[in-house]
């Protein structure tokens, strides 16, 4: 057995040490067989200062609004601002799938079949829920052969 490496001070670890301080209550919340007890016991007595920012880095703030959206022992600060990611995540969710109907619309006119890879299909077919995971843009997936035509349909359509 190796033995355990011991991190030093210095300005790498100090840049993540805030991180590794919100790990338990991070780990609490996304951790799908948490109980409320698990939640309440990593939350009580919590320092919250730069935890949102931890978050945002992980990008998981919106998934903490179920765990601690309503909980008392979140400054109400941190609440809302988890509220806010939430509903930005579903406001997104929305505009994207609608992008994606667009375009498969479009790519259907044109012939051209194509499969959607991740994003708005992986939320909710994997996690079940439109703000689950954060994604930037559509991948859709289209035949070598085709990809031109596809293209062409999807820049004379404007998107």
């Known amino acids: 057995m190796r033995p355990r490496t011991r991190f030093r001070s210095g300005p790498v670890t100090e840049h993540l040490m805030p991180r590794v301080r919100h790990a338990p209550v991070l780990v609490a919340c996304l951790d799908p067989t948490s109980g409320p007890d698990r939640i309440d016991a990593a939350v009580a007595g919590h320092d919250f200062a730069g935890f949102l920012h931890t978050a945002q880095v992980h990008r998981v703030t919106s998934l903490l609004h179920r765990p601690l959206g309503e909980h008392a022992d979140v ?85």
């Open 75 to 159: 400054p109400p600060a941190v609440r809302n601002a988890i509220g806010a990611a939430r509903h930005h995540a579903i406001a997104h969710h929305m505009q994207t799938v609608a992008d994606l109907d667009r375009a498969g619309a479009v790519l259907a006119s044109a012939d051209v079949p194509c499969v959607v890879m991740k994003g708005p299909v992986l939320a909710e077919t994997v996690y079940g829920l439109s703000d689950a995971r954060s994604y930037a843009d559509l991948d859709l997936l289209v035949a070598p052969s085709l990809f031109g035509v596809a293209l062409g349909a999807l820049e004379a359509a404007g998107a």
